[in-house]
């Protein structure tokens, strides 16, 4: 990174791209589930950015539910972890059940 030069060339990327040719809804998932995922308000334009339309569905109250295929649980738990709060696995039950676990283990930590 040492020979990096800063150009007078502007990218122009190509009229006719777009974000959805990219999306892969199965990249991490075998196919075998999907888990629900509901957000707060405050996070949910964050994720709306994240999704297609098709797997999102919104709440009155500006929360969004996402269904994400994943048949990984330790992807999920890296992702789903850092919005504290603000996310929570619905379902279904075993991979609320990892979340619990691993939450429960941290505060164990944090109470000794």
């Known amino acids: 990174m040492s020979d990096v030069l800063i150009s007078d060339k502007l990218f122009t990327p190509p009229a006719d791209i777009g974000i959805e040719r990219f999306r892969q809804p199965r990249l991490y998932s075998d196919g075998s589930g999907d888990v629900h995922v ?25 929360s969004i539910t996402v269904r994400m295929p994943t048949s990984s649980p330790a992807w999920l738990a890296r992702w ?5 709060v603000a996310a929570e696995v619905v379902g279904p039950s075993e991979q609320r059940q990892r979340i619990t676990t691993l939450c429960e283990e941290a505060l164990r930590v944090y109470q000794e």
């Open 38 to 62: 509901c957000f707060k308000k405050e996070v949910a334009q964050r994720i709306r950015e994240q999704f297609p339309a098709e797997l999102i569905k919104g709440s009155k109250d500006g």
């Open 80 to 84: 789903v972890l850092p919005f504290g």
